[in-house]
């Protein structure tokens, strides 16, 4: 029975409070039952959208990194070209008209390096020579996956420079190409050497596989000039594969071509562990 001490109207308002949070919470209960199979739905359906968005910027980026790899070696080829244009028909030039000199041909092969360092080199590196490229790679500062394609490039690059200077000059002998002048293991040294001091240097002032920086188109370009001045009479002081591959094939001379591939290759690998050596004990 109802207290008689508490007036009747208090005891209403108290089962009505009652039956009201009890109504409510039926209602919450039924509202939640319909609304969860929709939430649900819109959750999965979010879900599945946020998926697809992922999935489509991941093949973006994928498309765009294709593009930048591409660009690289479309940048490859243009700065080989370059180098083996100018460089080679420097030497074809003199030997024609004998107007360029042997100081003239030294400074076109280290002024066109510097060049092409500061035009392409914060976009592939500026290597322009398949032996920096192996260099890099063995110095673990560029991807194994580059090597090969950017290898092609320059060699696609020098190859297409070559046959311009044939069409030009159609009755030189050999294009500019590297040749001994005295016995091949005297050019096989000089070549080994000429290019272990060119990648040392190149990887003292290079940033990671690049060769940029304010006075990194200095320094090698000086390098491969001061090496052309007083090794080209010996055995060419090519330090670049590619530079001997395209004159050597499009000329035919091709008998000492292969010092021209084996010595500076490894010049290159020498020069990464005596800079390992240099940092290690720094």
Not at 219 to 237: D, W
Request: aromatic share 10%; glycine share 8%; charged share 10%.
């Amino acid at each position: 029975a109802d207290n008689p001490s508490v007036p009747a109207s208090t005891n209403s308002r108290k089962t009505l409070s009652r039956d009201s949070c009890a109504s409510a919470a039926k209602a919450w209960t039924a509202c939640f039952i319909f609304m969860f199979p929709i939430l649900s739905k819109c959750y999965l359906l979010v879900k599945l959208q946020l998926n697809q968005l992922n999935r489509f910027l991941t093949k973006r980026n994928g498309i765009d990194t294709h593009m930048r790899d591409l660009n690289k070696y479309v940048a490859e080829l243009i700065g080989t070209f370059v180098l083996v244009f100018a460089g080679t028909g420097a030497i074809v030039v003199n030997d024609t008209f004998g107007s360029v000199s042997h100081v003239g041909i030294a400074l076109t092969f280290g002024l066109v390096v510097t060049a092409m360092i500061y035009s392409i080199g914060e976009i592939s590196g500026a290597h322009i020579n398949p032996a920096v490229t192996i260099g890099f790679w063995i110095m673990r500062r560029l991807e194994g996956r580059q090597v090969l394609p950017y290898v092609v490039a320059q060699v696609i690059g020098a190859i297409l420079a070559s046959l311009t200077l044939r069409i030009l000059f159609p009755d030189h002998a050999n294009l500019g190409a590297t040749l001994p002048s005295g016995p091949w293991w005297q050019s096989f040294v000089f070549e080994f050497l000429l290019t272990t001091i060119l990648m040392f240097v190149i990887l003292r002032v290079a940033t990671g596989s690049k060769e940029t920086g304010v006075m990194a188109g200095v320094a090698i370009g000086a390098t491969v000039a001061l090496e052309a001045l007083f090794a080209g009479p010996v055995c060419g002081a090519s330090m670049n594969p590619a530079r001997s591959i395209a004159p050597a094939l499009v000329s035919g001379t091709l008998q000492h071509l292969w010092i021209y591939l084996v010595a500076t290759v490894g010049g290159a690998a020498f020069a990464v562990v005596l800079n390992r050596v240099v940092v290690s004990k720094s």
